[in-house]
Nanobody, 125 residues
Framework: QVQLVESGGGLVQAGGSVSLSCAAS???????MGWFRQAPGKEREFVAA????????LYADSVKGRFTISRDTAKNTVYLQMNSLKPEDTAVYYC???????????????????WGQGTQVTVSS
């Protein structure tokens, strides 16, 4: 099966930046990859997604203008550059891959087939 491994999380001050990476192995990303996050006591929510071949992007309103999703198809890797971080961005961030379906709703958790284990991002002050 496809395996996804996130890296780059950590603790940062408000207003700072963090870059996340998600390295994939064991398959191809036919449709899209996305980032989701889950804060303590809250449901997992959509952050950003990118179509694998064309590179079309979609962002949650809460992160538009601050976060940038990108991918390197040769490396089977997706990235999330997070700038101007706020305390409310604190969460475990998960990488996900949509492979089975020809078309998906990018913000829908159920449309993704494989998930990473998550990486913690904590924003202070």
């Amino acid at each position: 099966q496809v395996q996804l491994v996130e890296s780059g999380g950590g603790l940062v001050q408000a207003g700072g930046s963090v870059s996340l990476s998600c390295a994939a192995s064991g398959g191809t990303f036919r449709v899209a990859m996305g980032w989701f996050r889950q804060a303590p006591g809250k449901e997992r929510e959509f952050v950003a997604a990118i179509s694998w071949y064309a590179g079309y992007t979609l962002y949650a309103d809460s992160v538009k203008g601050r976060f940038t999703i990108s991918r390197d198809t040769a490396k089977n890797t997706v990235y999330l550059q997070m700038n101007s971080l706020k305390p409310e961005d604190t969460a475990v961030y998960y990488c996900a891959a949509a492979i089975v379906a020809a078309t998906i709703t990018p913000s829908s958790i159920k449309d993704y087939d494989f998930w990473g284990q998550g990486t913690q991002v904590t924003v202070s002050s």
